[in-house]
């Protein structure tokens, strides 16, 4: 492929505080520069993120803060306008409007990645359209999915998606490896509070450490509610940075993911926590759904678990040799299929289908397909942050 201009809109690149959208763009739109792409990400300038930044200035795209929508209309156009590639990622504050804008004025292919994409058809079922109306699904050159499977199926015959394309999250091997490190904990578990996931998270992890009382064990995350009453055992991070991961990952034994509950009745739906930690080379015990299978060849490359007895059975019996290979294979699996290359790559590839279709031979413009449908539903409030 020739090397395009790409512009983003997307929820934070600056701030991976409380969400996994930063982590997921920073990987991809890096390993699009260093294929010699130029990539500009505008990011609204939320109280939120620009107090808790950890990547203010990346060296691989240009970020443009813009502090709300009448600020990125009046002076970002060209931002848009003149790229040959416009994404607009899930989550951004007044997304209908902002999608309605872009798309109205871009000249390139167009698309929409959702790195939330359970949540998403959840809330568009319930007529929540925070920020993607249904209306507008059909005008994507591109739909990108956080989730494949049945995501897909239903991305296209119910809302009518051109090309729903699952782009799962990835890990960049530079940044996530095997390291000598002394082993803190027994289990550990990275990723923000949320009320649907924490009982999985009591099960998973809790559990175990009630019953292994000489063990340890750790949680990372913010977000957690103070009322939280853990085992003396159970060691709390308040916030990780990214540059932080991997040393967490390769201080523990085995890590833990848990699935929120959209994203795990949805399947095909996989946390970054699996490639990072995958990466590093340690064993993950994973709670169960539908396509995982696909991505890890469950029993050999990774573990799964309903219950606290199923985790305390793999950390206290599993053989240490047993342990190593199990990691050993996961993170074989990930360099060859999961890497921010491979992500890249798959996202060329999906624009390149595009590209012979591109908007300067579309028979009908942008303008008039936009001036019949219907105006977005008001929004209100700040979106909460996803959290993966």
Known sequence: MNRLNWTFIGLSITSSWGN???TTFRALLRSLHQAGHTITFLERDEEWYANNRDLSRPDFCQVILYKDLPELKALHEAAVADADVVIVGSYVREGVAVIDWARDISTGVFGFYDIDTPVTLAKLERADYEYLHPRQIPDFDLY????????????????????????YCSVDPALYYPEQRDVQWNLGYLGTYSDDRQPGVNELLVKPASMLAESEFVVAGPQYPDS??????????????????RAFYNSQRFTLNVTRVDMRQMGHSPSVRLFEAAACGVPVISDEWPGLEDIFVIGEEILTARSGAEVKHYLTAMPEQQRRMIGNR???????????????????????EVLPQSPQVEPTPKTQKLSAAQPPRPLAGVPAASRR
């Open 20 to 22: 996994g959208h930063a």
């Open 144 to 167: 990108l999915s956080f989730s494949g499977g049945r995501a897909l199926r239903v991305l296209k015959e119910r809302y009518g998606a051109v090309r729903p394309r699952a782009l």
């Open 228 to 245: 939280i009453q853990w085992p003396q055992n159970v060691a709390r991070i308040n916030h990780l940075p990214p540059d932080q991961h």
């Open 330 to 352: 996961a993170r074989r699996r990930v360099l060859g299929s999961h890497t921010a290359a491979h992500r890249a790559a798959e996202l060329c590839q999906y624009v390149s």
